[in-house]
């Protein structure tokens, strides 16, 4: 059974800090890993998706890793700024099409 | 293009009453999946739906759940004589295909007084 672990739970932050997220899962088999964040009350918006066959994808500020191997991703964000604080959720796909979320890593960047 | 749109976004229902929850994909998608946030817990995989079929619903509870994806019309969420426990964020995703990437919407919150 595929477990998605996400360290740490929380983080505060000062604004302009670089910070790295953490997601591991136990099952190597996986199409793919995306990265959402997903905003109070709110729902989930798609940052970057990761092949299984890719090490990495950058969009602006965020840049996330796969190493499929030893089960890790990292999520990492440059220059962090107030509208970054949000709930980041790591997902992995594997057979059957769903997707299995770890818990998530809830962010605070101070002003 | 729009994105996906679920409704209502917010929904409360008296413990026996039912619950149906909405949700439109994306132009052109026809694979749709729900899944269900409860309160301090992350997102679970509740059921994925294609046009007029049920694909996978190893996470939807036997009783009481059920869900449909109609030729015409919005995927529906069914959910029978609701309890305090069915109180939670249900969100439904579409893709373009099987292996294409899921797009979320903004989710029903639903609470069960």
């Known amino acids: 059974k595929q477990e998605v672990t996400q360290i740490p739970a929380a983080l505060s932050v000062p604004e302009g800090e670089n910070l790295v997220l953490n997601c591991s899962f136990t099952?190597?088999?996986?199409?793919?890993l995306q990265w959402f964040r997903q905003d109070p009350g709110k729902g989930l918006t798609s940052l970057l998706l990761i092949q299984s066959s890719q090490r990495e994808q950058t969009s602006g500020r965020l840049n996330a890793s796969l190493d499929k191997s030893s089960g890790r991703s990292t999520l990492y964000i440059a220059a962090s700024q107030p509208g970054d604080s949000a709930t980041y959720l790591c997902a992995v796909r594997r057979e059957g099409n769903k997707l299995v979320f770890g818990a998530g890593t809830i962010l605070r960047v101070k002003s | 293009n729009a994105g996906v749109m679920q409704n209502p976004r917010h929904l409360v229902r008296r413990r026996g009453q039912e619950a149906r929850l909405r949700c439109s994909p994306m132009?052109?998608?026809?694979?749709v999946y729900w899944y269900r946030q409860l309160p301090e817990e992350g997102l679970k995989f509740m059921v994925y739906l294609q046009k007029e079929n049920i694909i996978d619903e190893s996470g939807m509870p036997k009783e009481r759940f059920s869900a449909e994806f109609p030729k015409e019309g919005p995927s529906i969420l069914r959910i029978q004589q609701v309890v305090r426990g069915d109180s939670a964020a249900y969100f439904c995703?579409?893709?373009?295909?099987?292996?294409?990437?899921?797009?979320f919407g903004p989710g029903t919150r639903l609470t069960v007084l």
């Open positions: 995703a579409s893709s373009l295909g099987q292996y294409n990437e899921q797009f």
């Open positions: 132009k052109g998608h026809s694979h």
């Open positions: 099952d190597s088999a996986i199409y793919n």
